[in-house]
C-alpha cells in the first residue's frame, strides 16, 4: 500500500473496501459483454474505522478486520477513489458477511 491509502482511516463504524473485479472474460477467451457481466458482491477489507460509540462513550469494535473478505450489499456505499483507483465506504452494520478462510 502506498502512502495516501496507508493513511487514510474511517471514522467511527466505517469500513474501506476494494470491490474484487468482475469477471470479463471466459477461461477459454471469449469476451462476455458488458450487460451480461454479474454485479460483483465481495470485496477486500482495506481499512477499518475505530468502532461506533454506546450513549455512555464506551466504543463497539467493528465485526471486520483489515483483509477480510467480504459480502457487500447490491447497492449503498460512498465511492471513494484514492490512488487512481475506486473503493467504497460502508458502515459495519451494513456489510452482510464475512468469509471464513479455509
Known sequence: ?????????????RVLVQKAEAITKTSSGILIP????????????????????TDSGSVIPPAVSVG????????????????????????DTEILAKMKSE
Open 1 to 13: 500500500m502506498a502512502g495516501v491509502l496507508r493513511r487514510f482511516v474511517p471514522l467511527f463504524d
Open 34 to 53: 458488458e450487460k451480461s457481466v454479474a454485479k460483483v458482491l465481495t470485496g477486500k477489507v482495506i481499512a477499518v474505522g475505530e468502532g461506533s460509540r
Open 68 to 91: 477480510d473478505e467480504v459480502m457487500l450489499p447490491e447497492f449503498g456505499g460512498t465511492k471513494v477513489t484514492l490512488e487512481e483507483k475506486d473503493y467504497f465506504l460502508f458502515r
